[in-house]
C-alpha cells in the first residue's frame, strides 16, 4: 500500500524529510514514499483573516454544538494575509502528479502545503479518495512552540488513511464526524486549537472501532496506523514532560555518514552540514571538553572526521576548509558553532538545546550530553 507524499514549492524538503522519518518509524504495509518533484500550483488567490477567532475555525460543513476553545495565548497578529486555493484546485495537483508518474489508481497521493485552503481544514480527501491534502503552515502558531509541527501533519496523514478506508463516499465521512472533540481521530476541532487534545489522547471511540470492524480494515495496516498515533501521543508527551524534569532526549548515531536522530523525539533528525558535524562528533568524543585554541592538536581527528563528511573536493580543498576552521583568527569556528547551537535550538526549544549545543564551560567548550543517552550504530 504505497502512499506519495508531494510537496508544494514552499514546503521544504527538510520538513517533508521530518515528517518522513517520523513516519517510517512505524513498519507495515504501508510505504511511505516522498515525491521527488513539486508542481508548481495554478493561480492562488489571497484572503485575509481579520482575526483570530475566525482563523481557528475549521468552517463547518456538518452540524455542530457548541464548543468551548481552549486558552491559548495568540502569537499573530490580525489582520492576516494568506495564500489560499480552492479544494479542487489541490487535488488537481495531485491528479496532475499522478497522471505524470503514471501512478495507479490504489495508491494514495498526499500533498504538503503551506498553502491555505478555501474551508480552512487541516486537510481532507477528493471523492475518489485516494488524492488528499494537508496543511503544513500555522502549526506553531496555532500552539506555540508546545508542538512540534511534524507530530498534527503525521498524525492528519495517518487519519486520512483510515478515514478513506472506513468510509465509502466523503458524505459518509462528514456524517461520523463527531462536532464535540472526544479525543477520537474523527473529531471534527472545529476549533482547530482542539486538535493537541486528539494527539495526547490518540484514541479511537468505540463507535469508531465498531466501524472499523464492520469495514475489516486490514489489520496490519490498522496496527501501522495505530501505533504512529501512538507513536506520537508518546513523542508529545516525552516532549511536555522532558521540559518539566529538565530530562533530555535519547540521541542516536546513525552508520557511516554518522546521522543524528532525536530518539525519544519521534527520530528526529538534525541535519548538520560536513563542518558543522565534524565538529559536534569530535565534542561528543570528548566529553572532558576541548579548548578552541587545543583544536589544532587534534588535527588528524577532525581530519579523518572531515573526509568522512565533505561531499565534495579534493584533499586538498578539504586541509584548507579544515585549516579556515582551526585558524585562531578566523571566526569560521564561531560562525560553525552557533549554527549547530541554532539547529539543537530550533527542534528543541530554548531550554533543552543546552543539553546538546556545544557550549563555553569555563576555558573550553563541551557537550554537557550525559553520553548514556548516546547510542552509536555503526
Ligand atoms: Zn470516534
Known amino acids: 500500500m504505497r502512499v506519495h507524499l508531494l510537496r508544494s514549492q514552499e514546503y521544504s524538503p527538510d520538513r517533508l524529510n521530518d515528517v518522513m522519518n517520523l513516519l517510517a518509524r512505524f513498519k507495515g504495509p504501508i510505504e511511505f514514499v516522498a515525491a521527488e518533484t513539486t508542481i508548481a500550483e495554478p493561480s492562488i488567490g489571497m484572503r485575509t483573516w481579520d482575526d483570530e477567532e475566525s482563523f481557528s475555525k475549521q468552517e463547518e460543513i456538518i452540524s455542530y454544538d457548541s464548543l468551548k476553545s481552549p486558552n491559548i495565548v495568540a502569537c499573530m497578529d490580525f489582520p492576516l494575509d494568506e495564500q ?26 498526499f500533498l504538503l502545503t503551506d498553502i491555505g485552503n478555501e474551508h480552512n481544514w487541516f486537510g481532507c480527501t477528493n471523492s475518489a479518495r485516494n488524492d488528499f491534502f494537508v496543511q503544513t503552515s500555522h502549526w506553531s502558531h496555532l500552539f506555540g512552540h508546545a508542538v512540534d509541527e511534524r507530530f498534527p501533519i503525521a498524525y492528519e496523514i495517518v487519519s486520512w488513511i483510515l478515514r478513506a478506508l472506513i468510509f465509502h463516499t466523503t458524505d459518509e465521512m462528514l456524517k461520523a464526524v463527531h462536532a464535540r472533540s472526544t479525543g477520537c481521530f474523527m473529531d471534527f476541532c472545529l476549533d482547530k486549537r482542539e486538535i493537541v487534545m486528539k494527539l495526547r489522547t490518540a484514541d479511537i471511540c468505540p463507535k469508531c ?23 506520537i501521543r508518546e513523542n508529545l508527551l516525552f516532549r511536555r514532560r522532558s521540559s ?90 564561531n560562525q560553525v558553532m552557533s549554527r549547530i547551537r541554532a539547529k539543537f535550538r530550533a527542534a528543541l526549544g530554548d531550554v533543552q538545546y543546552k543539553h546538546f549545543s556545544i557550549e563555553r564551560k569555563e576555558d573550553r567548550f563541551v557537550i554537557a550530553l550525559n553520553r548514556e543517552l548516546v547510542r552509536v550504530m555503526d
Not at 216 to 221: F, G, I, L
Not at 307 to 320: C, L, M, S, V, Y
Open 84 to 109: 489560499e486555493m480552492t479544494w479542487p484546485q489541490l487535488f488537481a495537483v495531485c491528479e496532475k502528479h499522478r497522471k505524470s508518474r503514471n501512478i495507479p489508481a490504489n495508491e494514495s497521493i
Open 209 to 231: 472501532m465498531e466501524k472499523i470492524e464492520e469495514r475489516e480494515v486490514n489489520k496490519a495496516v490498522l496496527q501501522q496506523i495505530l501505533a504512529t498515533m501512538e507513536g
Open 244 to 333: 518539566y524534569l529538565n530530562q533530555p532526549s535519547r540521541m542516536l548515531v546513525n552508520g557511516y555518514t554518522k546521522r543524528l536522530f532525536l530518539s525519544d523525539l519521534g527520530d528526529l533528525e538534525i541535519a548538520l552540514n560536513p563542518k558543522e558535524k565534524t565538529m559536534y562528533l569530535f565534542y561528543l568524543n570528548h566529553p572532558e571538553g576541548v579548548r578552541l585554541v587545543d583544536l589544532i592538536d587534534h588535527r588528524s581527528e577532525l581530519q579523518s572526521l572531515y573526509a568522512r563528511f565533505a561531499r565534495q573536493g579534493d584533499t586538498e580543498q578539504q586541509d584548507a576548509a579544515l585549516d579556515r576552521l582551526l585558524d585562531p583568527t578566523d571566526d569560521n569556528i
